[in-house]
């Protein structure tokens, strides 16, 4: 059993496959704190999880002037400068379970919660490619920087992926070789020991335990970049489909979703209010600048309060425009209207570039269930 050296998992994890592991927390949990704890930040592993030796561990960097650099792990923490970014990982498949309900789509079925938050500490991939010979004439031939990982399947194919080179090199791109998640080694099952920290990306470019960067003129050549993580039109079927028409997903579109109440529960009447929390993100560094929440499906609307840390610690200084990487936690509580019997709960966010989610998932709706990213509803009772 080639899974037979992933590492254990917190119980409170739902779990979507387990060979090899994707889960995800409970949503009601993933809102208590600001950053998540890693041992309940969403896992999605395509591949078994890969045993690395922090001392024979090697870093190859390809494709630069200066010729191949290869690191240890040492090298990569002392040769560079330590740098901190606090930035919000999602899945492409976040929210695929309400795709599904429209119409059925491939992949696993994630609820709301693909979507977590973390403080990461490495290298600055800036950084590394400068010491390995990076400079202006680079840009003229190469486009991408292209990430393999360890972790193989049973042919030996690694995993792989690439993102912009002019988003690697910027210095306000924040890419970081993450050696450190929350303050800690990373865990096993989030890159042990260095992975790609892209924010405002993509998870599926944030390769995990990586073994190799090549600056290249093309994207990876992966299945995962190629015909994988891509969106495509509602008319678009497996029949028709044509990955090389459509670009790979790089930044994500705005995203919101209600976490506590949970669908189908029941809020007593004599509580007189309810309490909505949820978070809300965009891509790209796109900060989120409102949610709004409606208890009456959309007709009514609420604008609903932002926090950016926990509720006893100091907010974070708000960040440079262009580089809001984390999530915004939202919270609301209004009075229950007096005629309904049933709340349907909706949340809708948006961002600095006025970018906001569309109201239903059919538009939206594509082939991989990819993208899924419409007004977020629950339905809840009151209990008379
Ligand atoms: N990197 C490697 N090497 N192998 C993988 O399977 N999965 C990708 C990405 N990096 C993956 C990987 C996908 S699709 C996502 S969403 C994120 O890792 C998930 O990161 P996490 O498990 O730390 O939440
Ligand atoms: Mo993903």
Not at 7 to 17: D, F, G, K, V
Not at 43 to 63: A, C, F, I, M, T
Not at 274 to 284: M, N, P
């Amino acid at each position: 059993d080639p899974y037979s050296s992933d590492p254990e998992r917190h119980p409170a994890l739902r779990i979507n496959s387990l060979k090899p592991f994707n889960a995800e927390p409970p949503p009601e949990i993933l809102t208590d704190s600001y950053i998540t704890p890693s041992a309940i930040f969403f896992k999605r592993n395509h591949l078994p999880v890969p045993q690395v030796d922090p001392d024979s561990y090697r870093l190859h960097v390809e494709g630069l002037p200066g010729g191949a650099l290869t690191l240890s792990l040492k090298e990569l923490k002392t040769r560079f400068p330590k740098h901190t970014v606090t930035a919000t990982l999602q899945c492409a498949g976040n929210r695929r379970s309400e795709m599904n309900k429209v119409k059925q789509v491939k992949g696993l079925n994630w609820g709301i919660a693909a979507i977590s938050n973390a403080t990461w500490s490495g290298a600055r991939l800036r950084d590394v490619l400068l010491a390995a010979g990076y400079g202006p004439d680079v840009a003229k031939r190469a486009c991408h920087v292209q990430f393999e990982g360890l972790d193989k399947d049973v042919t030996g194919t690694t995993y792989g992926a690439s993102i912009p080179l002019n988003k690697a090199v910027s210095e306000e791109g924040d890419v970081l070789l993450a050696y450190e998640m929350n303050g800690e080694d990373l865990p096993a099952d989030h890159g042990y020991p260095v992975r790609v920290v892209v924010p405002g990306t993509v998870g599926a470019r944030n390769v995990k335990w990586l073994g190799k960067i090549i600056v290249s003129a093309e994207e990876s050549s992966s299945h995962w970049q190629q015909n994988d993580y891509k969106g495509f039109s509602p008319a678009t079927d497996w029949d028709t489909v044509d990955f090389k028409s459509a670009p790979a997903i790089q930044e994500l579109p705005i995203q919101s979703a209600i976490t506590v109440p949970a669908d189908g529960t029941a809020v007593d009447r004599s509580s007189e209010e309810v309490t909505v929390k949820g978070y809300a993100w965009s891509g790209g560094g796109r900060e989120v600048v409102r949610v709004d929440v409606s208890l009456d499906g959309g007709k009514t609307w609420q604008v609903a309060q932002l926090r950016s840390s926990d509720k006893d610690q100091a907010p974070e200084a708000s960040p440079p425009p262009g580089r809001a990487w984390a999530w915004k936690l939202w919270e609301i509580t209004a009075p229950l209207p007096a005629e309904a019997q049933e709340l349907e709960i909706v949340c809708k966010a948006v961002d600095n570039s006025y970018n906001m989610q569309p109201d239903t998932v059919a538009p939206i709706w594509n082939l991989r269930g990819v993208l899924s990213n419409a007004w977020h509803r629950v339905k809840v009772k009151i209990r008379e």
